[in-house]
């Protein structure tokens, strides 16, 4: 290595990594404030309280960032092989020692923070006088069970499960609760008030996505899953299934429906009608 | 350190050309060879993400292999679980532990070959054979699985009726895996029982390279890490094969057959697979930061800032990687509160992280950096770490990864930290220690531009994966025609597939560099880069016994550069210290 020609070749490597970083940032926090490509509106409670710390780690992770790739690109730079010896430096305890401290109480105290909206999530069950409606996954569709008037889901029996005979559930014809049960292919939910979804699967492993309640959610074959929240917003928003469930897994969609508590009484009104036909 | 009793390692070559080159015992060989398994594996999992990205954005395209030209949606869960597989297994597994480690870790600790050499043969035919059953399941009726590379249970359990791939192709899929454990198992052992027992006379453990640190870790993590995979598809097998229903709940009906299967646990798989599956994501890492410290203070011409707290760190990443496995199944239904501890635990390893990035700036600053090839990759795996890092503390906490979770946001954060950071370590141990494989060196220009193409390559695909993943993009769809809030995604789509056309491209330079130079490159000095450690020590092409009978003695830690006093800006680990010229 003749120190003539790496020098040449030095100035070139240092600029460049100087402008590919710079541009790295810049982009990065230019989309990341633009919000081109960005979450949709939250409509929950809990989903304000996620979005809140998206927005501090954010801030947190987004100096991080910029100072160690600026860090990198300046060292880089600075410190190309211009001729002179360079410096014998072992390390420093101090500097470990305080950047140990510093990131320790940085990354844990998002982790202590961010348990809050997660609790809110999963801790505890809903209020009292909560709808519960049963999602089911099964290979490639949703369905989604109303307990209709009796307020009781009746009983499924497995070998019954056909719904080429309009029975997708296997709702067990010979249960008196499992009568007035509505079955649906699309989720319709009053505004306002208090929901547990109570999420299971059919065969393999699906998950429940909404993408402006904040939840995800896999439905595991063999447990029922609770999950309950409250939807501020009247609107129509899309189901996705988000756990690879085999090949039409791209197309498992549905459509939740947010409907006025009138419009949702409608609603129930209209489907049990129907089922009492 | 009984360094040279050990293994019966004959001072001379095996003269026959089968014995040399194939079923071989000799470390540099065996190095050679898993170097050139991942190679290949690399090159047919590149393939097949490109297919993935032509299928996204231009899927009525006629593509060869295909029936009737066209990848259908099975297909593609085919490609991009054959992807996955081949990466995480035959790729970053293999070659910066299996590989790069076979060969240079004996030289380095000054022994002369792996301490059971019959093993490691073993290990890497075990590795072979586990390639072409995989590979073999392509070739299947049914074609090969189409589950992922984490083969989540019952998708992977209940065999056929779940979906084409899930029979033959699946049960071949599971025993590649079982059989790839066998031989990652073997090769664990034979790495620890070197490094242990074969360091010659005065290489203490404090004075051992980070690469051998690295590659020691790695082995600690294989050795408890693979048993439980085995364990885990041996169980998958015996589901599928033998009726019984370890992760296979009652009452399944799946495809409309009700199955008589009662009593398992789909989440068994999944505790059991990211046991080992987060490990897994730090074995492939350590070697990569072992050998990013090492080219660092190299080309800075420093020592390596904090020594032990390198080692420190290193260490306690492979303690910690045991205890964070849960953060892949915040959603899964396990328990809410384990969730937290799993995300404590998390953000905690995020600590020993940073540590190593403060020091690997530290160790660039007041450098004096030469920009060689081999440089420039390692440069670029801290940029890759940083951003790749910080993505994870997003993922780190639950109520984040709520939304989150099986996004592109997951798949750009862990391509960047594991796959393409681990790849430019790869990358830079090649321009780095190809002199002494071969005696050449591998072009220098080229390189550069293979580095330039590179680095921005791989940020211009993964940096807009964050973005799908906010629009709340899931992975592993194989068309986002289905869901309206996608379709306004095909434009970042389309930019993430040119841009991984331009660096797949990009790597046809680096093919042609190291083959071409092997026997065209510049000749090579014994020591180029006028590095420290063991390996330069010794001549190249590298003696059959790797010191040629006279073993060294180590007087200094590994990292001696610019030592104020001495003459030159190094001193080489074996040279006694009254033979080191002074200024």
């Known amino acids: ?181 509505i079955v649906v292919p699309d989720l319709y939910l009053p505004v306002d008030r208090q929901i547990e979804l109570m999420l299971r699967s059919q065969d393999v492993i699906h998950s429940f996505f909404v993408r402006e309640l904040r939840i995800k959610q896999d439905c595991v074959p063999g447990i029922i899953i609770p999950i309950h929240f409250s939807v501020s917003k009247i609107g129509d928003y899309e189901i996705t299934c988000n756990q690879l469930c085999g090949l039409g897994h791209y197309h498992m969609h549905a459509m939740l429906h947010v409907l006025s508590q009138a419009d949702f009484a409608k609603w129930e009104k209209q489907q049990e009608a129907q089922n009492a036909q | 350190m009984s360094a040279h009793a050990g293994p019966v390692h004959h001072a001379e070559a095996p003269k026959g050309w089968i014995r040399h080159y194939i079923f071989s015992l000799d470390h540099k060989v065996i190095g050679l060879q898993y170097i050139l398994l991942g190679l290949s594996a690399v090159t047919i999992g590149m393939i097949l993400s490109l297919i993935v990205r032509l299928h996204l954005v231009w899927p009525n395209l006629h593509i060869w292999g295909f029936a009737n030209g066209i990848v259908s949606p099975e297909d593609y869960l085919r490609v991009v679980t054959m992807h996955g597989t081949l990466m995480v297994f035959f790729v970053l597994t293999t070659v910066p532990q299996s590989g790069f480690g076979n060969y240079f870790l004996p030289i380095q600790i000054g022994a002369p070959d792996m301490a059971f ?112 995979l085995l364990a885990a598809c041996i169980l998958l097998l015996l589901d599928r094969l033998a009726q019984t229903s370890f992760f296979i709940p009652s009452n399944l009906d799946v495809s409309g057959v009700l199955l008589h299967h009662a009593g398992g646990s789909p989440l068994l798989w999944q505790h059991l697979f990211w046991f080992f599956g987060h490990p897994e994501v730090y074995i492939a890492i350590l070697p990569g930061m072992g050998i990013i410290s090492h080219v660092l203070s190299t080309f800075s011409r420093k020592p390596v800032f904090g020594y032990k707290a390198m080692v420190y760190s290193l260490s306690a990443i492979g303690f910690l990687s045991f205890a964070v496995w849960g953060h892949h199944m915040f959603i899964s239904g396990m328990n809410p509160y384990s969730a937290l501890a799993f995300s404590i635990l998390t953000l905690v390893i995020g600590v020993p992280s940073a540590i190593k990035t403060f020091n690997w700036l530290g160790t660039l600053w007041g450098g004096r950096i030469h920009f060689t090839a081999s440089m420039l990759f390692a440069i670029g795996f ?117 841009a991984a056309f331009f660096t797949a491209g990009a790597q046809l330079l680096f093919y042609w560099n190291f083959f071409w130079s092997m026997k065209h490159g510049k000749p090579a000095e014994q020591n180029p880069w006028h590095a420290t450690t063991l390996e330069w020590s010794v001549s190249t092409p590298v003696p059959h016994d790797n010191f040629a009978g006279n073993y060294p003695t180590v007087y200094r830690g590994p990292y001696e550069y610019s030592v104020p006093g001495a003459a030159e800006d190094y001193i080489p680990q074996h040279i006694a210290p009254g033979l080191v010229a002074k200024a």
């Not at chain 1, 390390?91 to 320790?104: A, D, K, M, Q, R």
């Not at chain 2, 379709?487 to 597939?497: A, C, N, T």
């Open chain 1, 1 to 181: 290595m003749s120190s003539r020609k790496s020098c040449a070749g030095s100035a070139v490597a240092a600029v460049m990594f100087a402008i590919v970083l710079l541009i790295l940032v810049a982009s990065t926090l230019f989309l990341h404030m633009d919000h081109i490509w960005w979450f949709p509106p939250a409509i929950t409670p809990v989903g304000h309280q996620i979005d809140q710390q998206f927005f501090i780690t954010f801030i947190v992770t987004g100096i991080v960032f910029v100072l160690a790739q600026l860090a990198l690109a300046w060292m880089v730079f600075r410190y190309r092989d211009q001729g002179r010896r360079a410096r014998f430096v072992r390390g420093s305890h101090v500097l470990e020692l305080v950047w140990t401290t510093i990131t320790l109480v940085i990354f844990v105290g998002l982790g202590v923070m961010a348990a809050h909206a997660w609790g809110e999530v999963h801790f505890g069950g809903p209020s009292p006088g909560a709808l519960q409606v049963e999602v089911t996954g099964v290979q490639f569709q949703w369905n989604f069970r109303y307990p209709g008037p009796d307020g009781k889901f009746g009983r499924i029996v497995p070998k019954d499960i056909d719904a080429s005979v309009g029975n997708p559930l296997g709702l067990d014809p010979s249960d008196s609760a499992a009568k007035d049960d």
């Open chain 2, 117 to 228: 050499p019959t093993i490691n043969m073993l290990s890497f035919w075990t590795t072979f054979l586990a390639l072409i059953v995989l590979l073999a399941s392509a070739f299947v009726p049914g074609g090969s699985s189409i589950s992922g590379w984490t083969a989540y249970a019952p998708l992977s359990a209940v065999g056929q009726i779940a979906g084409p791939g899930q029979g033959l192709g699946q049960t071949l899929w599971v025993v590649s895996i079982a059989l790839f454990c066998g031989g990652s198992l073997m090769s664990a052992i034979n790495f620890l029982g070197t490094t242990i027992d074969l360091r010659t006379k005065g290489l203490s453990l404090m004075r051992l390279p980070l690469t051998v640190w690295g590659w020691f870790l790695t082995a600690c993590l294989a050795l408890l890490a693979f048993g439980v």
């Open chain 2, 382 to 498: 801290v940029s890759l770490f940083v951003t790749g890092g910080l993505s994870g503390i997003f993922l780190a906490q639950p109520a984040l990864d709520l939304y989150l979770h099986d996004t592109y946001y997951v798949i750009g954060h862990f391509h960047l930290i594991m796959g393409v950071a681990a790849i430019f370590a790869m990358f830079a141990a090649s321009y780095y220690w190809f002199p002494k494989m071969f005696g050449r060196h591998m072009d220098e220009t080229l390189g550069k531009i293979h580095f330039w193409c590179t680095f921005v390559g791989v940020y211009c695909i993964f940096m807009p994966m964050h973005y799908l993943g906010y629009v709340g993009d899931p992975r592993r769809y194989s068309s986002i025609e289905s869901v309206n809030y996608l379709l306004r995604l095909h434009s970042v789509h389309y930019f993430i597939s040119v």
